[in-house]
């Protein structure tokens, strides 16, 4: 007698059909997550590299308010008066705040001066840092520009005394009793509802 024939193990075509569905939502989502990790680690080193920007800048400002001298300055030719201190919310050019500093290291060790004039600036979002080697700048004297942070939507400032605050103040050399801010605040805007106040303060040296 002859023996009935055994059904053949094996996989079906459904079988297939599913095993390859399930490998392409593994390798879907495999790719998913690789993109996203990427996206994430290329995020976090802009957001390290954006920081370290911030924080040098704020360390700048903070530096030249602290070493501000009460001296007075003026661009000779430009027609200004010479000034003691001039800060503006932003003016139409950019310019924030105009004033003298001492302390400018002389690493060099060349007979000058160790004041500095110094000026801010808000400019095509970014907020530049302007100096000149000597408090009354000529048509020769060596000026500097650093632009020390981008990517800014607005800039807000105002410059206070004790408990009152003014949108801007001006004192010129030939009022030289006209009080001086001792503090000033910038408010950097980045985006909607991304802001960071930052407050220095203003020393006032002989």
Do not use: C, H
């Amino acid at each position: 007698m002859s023996t009935p024939p055994t059904p053949q193990s094996g996989i079906s075509l459904v079988e297939t059909m599913i095993a390859l569905f399930v490998v392409a939502l593994l390798a879907t989502a495999g790719g998913i997550m690789l993109t996203q990790s990427l996206r994430g680690t290329r995020i976090i080193e802009e957001r390290g590299s954006d920081a370290t920007e911030l924080q040098t800048a704020l360390s700048i400002l903070r530096d030249d308010f602290a070493a501000f001298a009460v001296r007075p300055s003026r661009l000779d030719g430009s027609g200004e008066m010479p000034m003691l201190f001039e800060g503006y919310p932003v003016r139409f050019d950019g310019r924030i705040v105009t004033f003298v500093r001492n302390g400018w290291p002389n690493p060099a060790g060349y007979p000058r001066s160790d004041l500095q004039r110094v000026e801010y600036r808000f400019l095509d979002g970014a907020l530049i840092r302007r100096s000149w080697s000597s408090p009354d700048a000529g048509p020769g004297t060596a000026i500097a520009e650093q632009t020390l942070f981008t990517g800014i939507e607005d800039v807000a400032v105002r410059y206070g005394r004790e408990q009152s605050w003014k949108p801007d103040w001006i004192v010129l050399a030939s009022t030289p009793d006209t009080p001086l801010p001792d503090k000033i605040e910038f408010t950097f805007s980045f985006g909607q509802d991304d802001t960071l106040t930052a407050l220095f303060r203003i020393g006032l040296r002989e």
